[in-house]
């Protein structure tokens, strides 16, 4: 069965310093892949999807960025957070073929101070 | 562009309340329309739902798809205080490739 990891699930940083999170699946090869960030009591906004190693589209310009350097990996980073880059962020994988829906991690609650 | 509704934004019921929650949808390239329910974490999957008129359910819960009107609703019958949480409805649409957009979701909160 496909599960479905990210880290950290929390996270306090400085506003101005860097932001790297993890999001890892196993169980499936090839998924599509997807970062969403929700602000509190708002719905989920897609920020990137992946269709493949290297592949990243981005939905909103912004000043995060993605990466797929492996085919069950996909990293979200920040060279520099702003205030506003606070949010719960949420990885999730897509299935494919008649029964394709759309799973997600635990998420990571980012504050940026 | 792309856009779906959720109404209501919230709703309050008591136990044993049936509450019926609605997703309109204006999209191009519809593929799919799912359900989830959201607690204080990750949203977690309910339904998935492709053809109309043909009802999911699972339990307490339920749900179909009207894809000439455009709206799905999921019904939850005799609800229970676990049920409180926001409910998210997500249409997946093909662009080039397979995405998915979100509701803003509706916040259920049933009282004992």
């Known amino acids: 069965s496909q599960t479905i990891h990210q880290w950290p699930a929390t996270l306090v940083q400085p506003v101005g310093s860097p932001l790297s999170l993890e999001c890892t699946v196993e169980?499936?090869?090839?998924?599509?892949l997807y970062w969403y960030r929700q602000a509190a009591g708002r719905g989920l906004q897609l920020l990137f999807y992946?269709?493949?190693?290297?592949?990243i589209s981005s939905e909103v310009p912004q000043n995060l960025s993605a990466s797929r350097p492996q085919d069950r990996q996909f990293i979200l980073s920040s060279k520099k957070l702003l205030l506003s880059d606070s949010g719960f962020y949420l990885c999730a994988y897509g299935t494919s073929g008649s029964r394709e829906t759309q799973y997600f991690g635990p998420g990571t609650r980012l504050l940026v101070l | 562009e792309d856009k779906v509704v959720q109404s209501p934004l919230s709703l309050v019921v008591h136990e044993g309340d049936t509450v019926t929650l609605n997703c309109s949808y204006e999209v191009t390239n519809f593929r799919s329309l799912l359900w989830y329910k959201q607690e204080k974490k990750a949203p977690t999957f309910l339904f998935m739902l492709?053809?109309?008129?043909i009802e999911k359910k699972s339990g307490r819960l339920s749900s179909i798809l009207d894809k000439k009107e455009l709206f799905s609703i999921l019904n939850i019958t005799a609800t229970q205080t676990g049920d409180s949480a926001v409910y998210l409805c997500a249409v997946g649409v093909t662009s080039g490739t397979y995405k998915y957009i979100f509701g803003t979701g509706t916040r259920l909160k049933v009282l004992a």
């Open positions: 992946s269709v493949g190693i290297g592949q």
């Open positions: 492709t053809s109309s008129g």
């Open positions: 169980g499936t090869s090839n998924p599509n």
